[in-house]
């Protein structure tokens, strides 16, 4: 089964980008998500896209989360801008929808000045 190591986290101030990496232990052909996890919440699927390139966003990222993929890498991104204290939380990605062996440790993202 494929596995997934994100990094690329941080402590960034309101306002301010970050750009998570996602690189995973084999060949990527499916839809690919960034999920995220805030403490005391559920882990929520933030954004997706698939091998051919369509997205999603939820709401509440619209305008300022962008994902992208590199196949030759094996690697998915998150381009952040305009972080809000409400985006800290775990960053993980997965496969859509996800492979639960599949899960890695995730980067953890605080917004706060």
């Known amino acids: 089964q494929v596995q997934f190591v994100e990094s690329g986290g941080g402590l960034v101030q309101p306002g301010g980008s970050l750009r998570l990496s996602c690189a995973a232990s084999g060949t990527m052909f499916y839809t690919m998500g960034w999920y995220r996890q805030a403490p005391g919440k559920q882990r929520e699927l933030v954004t997706t896209?698939?091998?051919?390139?369509?997205?999603y966003y939820v709401d509440s990222v619209k305008g300022r989360f962008t994902i992208s993929r590199d196949n030759a890498k094996n690697t998915v991104y998150l381009q952040m801008i305009s972080l809000k204290p409400e985006d800290t939380a775990v960053y993980y990605c997965?496969?859509?929808?996800?492979?639960?062996?599949?899960w890695g440790q995730g980067t953890q993202v605080i917004v706060s000045s």
């Open positions: 997965n496969i859509v929808p996800p492979c639960q062996p599949c």
């Open positions: 896209i698939t091998s051919g390139d369509s997205t």
